[in-house]
C-alpha cells in the first residue's frame, strides 16, 4: 500500500507520546516509536536508561533506519513515525526527510527543562532537541518550499479537537474523533524504554492540561531555559493557533 508517512519531530517530554496514541487510535493509521532510538545511543555513546536491551532489540544503522522510514512495507493508509530531533545526529543522512510529511511539535523549554530533569540529572542543550528541531524546520522548508505544520503542547492539551483538526488539514489527512481518545496502559508499539519514560501518558485515556507541581529551577537549568527559547521562540511563530 502507499501510505501516506508523517514524521512528527518533537524533543523529550513534550507529550510526543500521547500524540503518538492518538494518531495510533486511529484504524487506518499505524505507528513508530523513536525509529532512531538506538541508532543514536550507539552512535553518540551517550548513557541512558536501558542503553543495553535497547541497543540489543533495535537498528543501530542509521540508514538503514532512515530507509526503513521511506520505504518500509505498510499495511494501513496514514504512517505515523514519532521521532525525537535530538537522536538526529549531524552524522546522520537526513535526505529521506523532506521525501515525507513532516510535522513539528514544540513546548515551553521552561516546562521540559522542569520535566526532563526529574528523569535525566546531567543534560544539555543538544539533548533537548530545540537546536537540532529548528534546524530540520529550516531544511525541510528551503527544500520542499513547504513550511510544515507547528502545534504546541499545550494548545494541544487545552483545545485538542480544533489542533488535531487544523493539524489533519495542514496534513492532507481526514481528521477523526477517535483522536482523542485511547486506552489506559502499555501498546503494543511503544518502544521497550516506554517502562521507563511512559508512567505519566500510560495513566491517561486522552489530552489533558499537565498539572503544575511547585519545582525549584537550578541556575543551570535557567541557563538552559534562555538558551533554548532562542529556538522555541523562532517554531512558536509559524505555530497552528486557534
Same mark, same amino acid.
Given at each position: ?93 537526513? !535526505?529521506? =526527510?523532506?521525501?515525507? +510529511?513532516?510535522?513539528?511539535?514544540? @513546548?515551553?523549554?521552561?516546562?521540559? &527543562?522542569? /520535566? %526532563? ?81 511512559? !508512567?505519566? =501518558?500510560?495513566?491517561? +485515556?486522552?489530552?489533558?492540561?499537565? @498539572?503544575?507541581?511547585?519545582?525549584? &529551577?537550578? /541556575? %543551570? ?22
Amino acid at each position: 500500500m502507499n501510505a501516506k508517512r508523517i514524521a512528527m519531530w518533537s524533543g523529550p517530554r513534550n507529550l510526543s507520546t500521547a500524540l503518538m496514541r492518538s494518531f495510533a487510535s486511529r484504524a487506518d493509521c499505524s505507528v513508530v516509536d523513536e525509529p532512531f532510538y538506538a541508532a543514536y545511543l550507539n552512535a553518540s555513546g551517550i548513557d541512558h536508561p536501558m542503553k543495553d536491551k535497547i541497543l540489543k532489540k533495535y537498528s543501530i544503522d542509521p540508514l538503514k533506519v532512515a530507509d526503513n522510514c521511506l520505504k518500509s512495507e505498510v499495511i494501513t493508509k496514514i504512517q505515523f513515525q514519532k521521532h525525537m530531533t535530538h537522536h538526529m545526529l549531524d552524522t546522520f543522512d537526513r !535526505s529521506f =526527510v523532506p521525501l515525507i +510529511s513532516n510535522a513539528f511539535l514544540i @513546548r515551553s523549554p521552561k516546562k521540559v &527543562i522542569k /520535566s %526532563f530533569g526529574k528523569k535525566i540529572i546531567k543534560f544539555a542543550l543538544r539533548d533537548l532537541g530545540y537546536i537540532q528541531q529548528f534546524d530540520l524546520f529550516e531544511m525541510i522548508c528551503n527544500e520542499t518550499g513547504v513550511v510544515p505544520p507547528v502545534i504546541d503542547a499545550d494548545d494541544l492539551c487545552t483545545n485538542p479537537a480544533i489542533i488535531l483538526n487544523l493539524l489533519c488539514q495542514k496534513l492532507g489527512i481526514s481528521y477523526s474523533n477517535k483522536m482523542l481518545s485511547w486506552s489506559k496502559g502499555p501498546h503494543s508499539y511503544d518502544g521497550i524504554w516506554g517502562s521507563y519514560w511512559y !508512567s505519566a =501518558v500510560n495513566n491517561s +485515556s486522552g489530552f489533558e492540561i499537565p @498539572r503544575e507541581t511547585y519545582c525549584p &529551577i537550578s /541556575s %543551570f537549568q535557567e541557563n538552559l531555559i534562555h538558551e533554548a527559547n532562542q529556538y522555541f521562540s523562532k517554531l512558536n511563530k509559524y505555530k497552528i493557533s486557534v
